[in-house]
């Protein structure tokens, strides 16, 4: 049997420390479907296309990761996809309470499917897509938080 899993999120854009979470879980799972929403109601800085194209560059060679977009609820995208784990990252204590509530909202909704987390390295504690964009938006540098052409995007979008 084939064990998949399927890291979702909104990957506004990915950074370092999803990348980070995505190469462990890489490691434990067959397959890892990482899914991009497709918000509709959350205003994001890059389209659906571009974030799932920048999560393809950025994960070249690794064999067992596909990538894909979804809608609707998580929880009939994971059923339909064959798997049974969704994978999310936690950094710190303030990431539980709405880790906790989403996990336990999908195990309400579909009972066989298991929330598994994951620690990103310590350095990577304090990131997150929304300051990767608030740093770029003003000008700051953002090598080092994010992968290469996700640096690079950002930089075009941001010029005056
Ligand atoms: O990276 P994010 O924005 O924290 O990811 C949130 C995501 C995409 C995992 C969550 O919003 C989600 O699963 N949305 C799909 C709709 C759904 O199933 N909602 C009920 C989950 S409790």
Known sequence: MTSTAICPGSFDPITNGHLDI???AATMFDRLVVAVLRNTE????????????????????????EVDAFDGLLVEYVRAKGARHILRGIRA?????????????NRRLAPEVDTVFLMPREEYTYLSSRLVREVARLGGPVEGLVPAPVARLLKERMQP
């Open 93 to 105: 204590l303030s990431d539980f309470e709405y880790e906790f509530q989403m996990a336990l909202m």
């Open 22 to 24: 995505i190469h462990r």
């Open 42 to 65: 959350k205003q994001c800085l890059f389209s659906i296309e571009d974030r799932v194209t920048l999560i393809r560059e950025s994960l070249q060679g690794v064999p067992n990761v």
